[in-house]
């Protein structure tokens, strides 16, 4: 009988760095994706916040939820790194002066 190798570790026994996001459906990858974006426009600030968005809808999308639970849960992950962005940015304006 033939060994079936574990996908969850590459060749050197490694950790998959991708084992994440694996099984996940195409709409979970889309809001767990969708925080990240801050990066682009938001420098370090936005990169801290979006990837911690970003680790919260990975973590909500393996949660044993159904699934209009978990949609309205990683919607307001998706909301709340955006608005933590907003008033991190208007806090910083309003000290600079």
Do not use: H
Request: glycine share 16%; no cysteine; charged share 10%.
């Amino acid at each position: 009988m033939q060994q079936i190798p574990d996908l969850g570790k590459n060749s050197l026994g490694k950790p998959d760095p991708w084992a994440r996001v694996r099984g996940l459906a195409w709409w979970q990858l889309v809001l767990s994706i969708v925080p990240i974006l801050l990066l682009s426009g938001g420098g370090a600030i936005g990169g801290a916040i979006g990837t911690a968005g970003l680790f919260a809808n990975l973590s909500l999308a393996r949660k044993p939820f159904g699934t209009p639970v978990k949609l309205l849960a990683m919607l307001g992950v998706v909301l709340a790194s955006y608005l933590g962005y907003l008033v991190v940015g208007l806090a910083y304006n309003l000290l600079k002066g």
